[in-house]
């Protein structure tokens, strides 16, 4: 995804990036296969009206449960464990993780979906890190999702989530900037959003 793309390019560059890994694209493309789940997600989707915001929140929820309650396959979840496991070997007790959405298209036309996939921080173990990184594939066919697609015409299984899992950083001040103004698209100016601590 995008976002995990960038956070290496960043670290080869040496600038300081909270170690993690990604969960690749290729693993929310096998959670899809399992049980028949994309045939499932389809049907729901050809049942929502586009043109009725709430038949749209209805769908997406009952998307969610669906993909929520499904089992991640075997050969994925150990992978994860065994990542997660490298990641904070030498982080003592009590290390905190948070699980990143990373999103992407087949086509790579789009990149940049801010804010409209899930985020989680402070997670503890890695049996919260599995069920949050499960909701973080789900929160693709979110309310806010959805309705993005629909509207720039981006076909709903070309997008992917591929997970970015990260040491937290225990931070005085965090935000994000926008390289384009993203209120008029003015290349000039930079738009910053930030707090303090998380």
Same mark, same amino acid.
């Given at each position: 995804g995008g976002k995990g793309a960038n956070l290496g390019h960043l670290a080869q560059s040496g600038f300081p990036v909270p170690p993690g890994f990604?969960?690749?694209?290729? $693993?929310?493309? +096998? @959670?899809?296969? /399992?049980?028949?789940? !994309? /045939?499932?997600? !389809?049907?729901?989707?050809?049942?929502?009206? @586009?043109?009725?915001?709430?038949? &749209?929140?209805?769908? +997406? +929820?009952?998307?969610?449960?669906?993909?929520?309650?499904? *089992? &991640? *396959?075997g050969p994925i979840q150990q992978e994860i464990i065994t990542a997660y496991g490298e990641l904070t070997a030498d982080e003592g007790e009590g290390v905190l993780v948070a699980v990143r959405s990373s999103v992407g298209t087949r086509d790579l036309s789009a990149t940049s979906f801010p804010g409209q996939m899930d985020t989680y921080h402070n997670l503890r173990g890695i049996d919260e890190v599995l069920i949050k990184i499960r909701e973080c594939w789900a929160?693709? @066919?979110?309310? $806010? +999702?959805?309705?993005?697609?629909? $509207?720039?015409?981006?076909?709903?299984f070309d997008v992917f989530i591929a997970p970015v899992v990260q040491l937290m950083v225990a931070a005085e001040s965090a935000g994000v900037i926008f390289t384009i103004n993203p209120l008029d698209n003015n290349p000039e100016q930079m738009a910053v959003n930030a707090c303090l601590g998380l």
């Open positions: 990604c969960v690749l694209s290729s $693993a929310y493309e +096998a @959670f899809l296969d /399992t049980s028949g789940l !994309q /045939t499932r997600i !389809q049907e729901i989707l050809e049942g929502i009206a @586009f043109s009725h915001l709430p038949d &749209v929140k209805e769908g +997406a +929820a009952r998307i969610r449960e669906v993909m929520e309650s499904s *089992p &991640v *396959p929160s693709a @066919f979110g309310y $806010a +999702a959805l309705v993005n697609r629909h $509207a720039r015409n981006i076909a709903h």
